[in-house]
């Protein structure tokens, strides 16, 4: 049936591209997960009324991360080129697409974890306090785990995103389904590659969610 | 136990400055059951909220426990919290925790030893009445279950004092009552002291020893709960003790009553403490020739004792009535004489 729909799809070569995908789309979303709430936490403490209330820190955080969100990843890339080459040692390939994978996610995450935290309830966090609690323990016993399934949701929808982003890194060489759907198969003519990789890429994306999902709703008892 | 002296606190706002608390001083002893009541706006949150450092005050001075709170800041504030806790009017539990890691949450915060742990949450539960519902979550529970975890982990570290900021405003009547009783229990069992604000004047009925009525961010009126009842002085604190004296009909009522009454007097009695118990009544129609029609009335019950107003139709000869009024009066009963306004 392969043969008869998809002539020119060669197994192996989908498999490899496959788990370059799959290996571009797991670091940078871990990255990007530790990175977001890191940059969320700053924006969110720093931010009026909190317990780091901080405006200076606060701008520049906040101004970083919407550079970065706002600029379009396909030219984020191409920026990021002398940075990866400095870091990386190289412009092609899957570890070299991690940079600006990870540069381009985090700081859309970060506005996602900032907003998770904003709707937990002040008056928790003010009870914490009233117990004596450090700020280290309200951040890992109240910030974090109230917001965990906005957080999940949140890396949910940004590690969606990043299957996308990768597929544009391949287009510039690095790797992975993108770049075999270009290469392969729009360059050389051969649509069935072309529909063959974006099968499995919307596969991913769904399979993603479904997990994403699955958690979320597992973690929220309310 | 706590001490509060000329304290102001101001907060920056767009039309300048605003005086939250004005010049408050008060001291509560301990063991006491202590009762702020205001309206929204007076400064009974900001008051209770600088008692355990959430607040600062801008002036004056506050002593809890042993500790000038007002100055002490990091590590010494937070264990100066461990020994004032506090609950809340929206309960404020974390609902990513059951109940028992709820109550335990406190604990860790202490660094008490998971065993040990356990074993105080499992006091806790008891003590609150929340056996076998351990494992289960807040959204699982009702208002007055969530209030009762608010409860166990406020006295998971064994406090001085408990801080009740609003704590029945958010329940039904009878689940205030049933939570106001667990107060007063924990009040007599352990000793603690308790700090309540709160815009009911039934909860300072129920279980508060003393009041202080606060308005405008100034303490108007303070004293033995007993005696704000007999004799409230400043108009803020009769409209609170009308709360749960008189019926919101009564007014209606008394008037109708004058009307239909043309003859004879309609007397207003107010018993306070003992006068509330003895058969005044009784005694005064067996003495008197007077008929006496008992038309309205309400008891209701404090901590020192109770109180109560009736209403009553007089009826019989003007010389006689006034008689068995003197009587009346004489037996330590407030006699006031209702006529037409």
């Not at chain 2, 209030?147 to 205030?176: F, H, W, Y």
């Not at chain 2, 404090?302 to 000869?317: K, M, N, R, S, V």
């Amino acid at each position: 049936m392969l043969e008869t729909f998809f002539p020119n799809v060669k197994l192996d070569r989908m498999w490899e591209a496959t788990t370059e995908t799959l290996y571009m789309t797991a670091i940078s979303v871990l990255a990007t997960f530790v990175l977001g709430i890191i940059l969320g936490l700053l924006l969110f403490l720093t931010a009026k009324g909190n317990i780091w209330q901080n405006r200076p820190v606060n701008l520049v955080i906040s101004t970083f991360v919407n550079v970065f969100r706002s600029i379009p990843f396909i030219i984020l890339i191409v920026l990021l080129i002398p940075f990866t080459k400095f870091i990386m040692g190289t412009m092609i390939g899957e570890n070299a697409a991690l940079p600006a994978l990870i540069i381009g996610a985090a700081p859309f995450y970060a506005r996602m974890v900032e907003i998770g935290l904003r709707e937990i309830d002040k008056g928790v966090i003010e009870a914490a306090r009233s117990m004596g609690a450090k700020t280290s323990t309200v951040i890992w016993k109240v910030l974090l785990p109230e917001s965990m399934p906005a957080l999940v949701s949140g890396i949910t929808v940004t590690a969606i995103a990043l299957v996308g982003f990768t597929a544009m890194a391949g287009v510039i060489g690095a790797g992975g389904l993108g770049n075999l759907a270009f290469l392969e198969g729009f360059q050389r003519g051969r649509g069935d590659v072309t529909l063959f990789a974006t099968v499995v890429i919307l596969a991913i994306v769904f399979v993603i969610q479904f997990i994403g999902d699955y958690i979320t709703s597992k973690l929220d008892k309310r | 136990m706590i001490s509060i002296k000329d304290v102001i606190k101001t907060y920056a706002s767009r039309n300048g400055d605003v005086k939250a608390v004005d010049k408050v001083n008060l001291e509560i002893e301990e063991g006491e059951i202590f009762g702020v009541i205001g309206y929204s706006g007076a400064g009974k949150s900001t008051l209770i909220r600088m008692l355990n450092g959430l607040e600062i005050p801008t002036e004056g001075t506050i002593n809890v426990a042993g500790r000038e709170v007002s100055r002490i800041k990091g590590a010494e504030l937070r264990r100066a919290r461990q020994e004032i806790s506090m609950i809340f009017q929206h309960f404020n539990l974390l609902w990513s925790r059951t109940v028992a890691e709820n109550i335990a949450f406190p604990l860790e915060i202490a660094g008490v030893a998971k065993q040990e742990r356990e074993k105080k949450v499992n006091e806790l539960i008891s003590l609150v009445g929340l056996d076998g519902r351990g494992d289960a979550y807040p959204s699982q529970l009702s208002g007055g279950q969530k209030q009762r975890v608010g409860i166990a982990r406020a006295l998971a570290n064994n406090p001085k004092v408990l801080l009740c900021d609003e704590a029945t405003s958010a329940l039904d009547p009878q689940t205030t009552d049933s939570i106001l009783d667990l107060l007063v229990d924990i009040n007599r069992r352990l000793g603690l002291t308790i700090v309540l604000i709160t815009h009911e004047m039934h909860v300072i009925r129920k279980i508060c020893h003393r009041v202080a009525v606060m308005e405008g961010g100034k303490i108007v009126e303070s004293g033995p709960v007993l005696n704000v009842f007999k004799n409230p002085q400043q108009p803020i604190t009769k409209r609170f003790v009308q709360q749960v004296t008189e019926p919101e009909e009564t007014k209606e009522t008394v008037e109708h009553l004058l009307q239909r009454y043309p003859h004879g007097k309609v007397v207003q009695l107010t018993f306070v403490g003992e006068g509330a118990e003895q058969p005044l009544i009784t005694n005064t129609i067996r003495n008197y020739p007077v008929m006496v029609n008992i038309l309205q009335g309400k008891i209701t019950q404090t901590q020192e004792g109770a109180y109560g107003t009736l209403f009553i139709h007089l009826d019989g000869e003007e010389e006689v009535s006034l008689e068995a009024i003197k009587y009346m009066s004489s037996q330590g009963v407030g006699v006031e004489v209702i006529t037409n306004a």
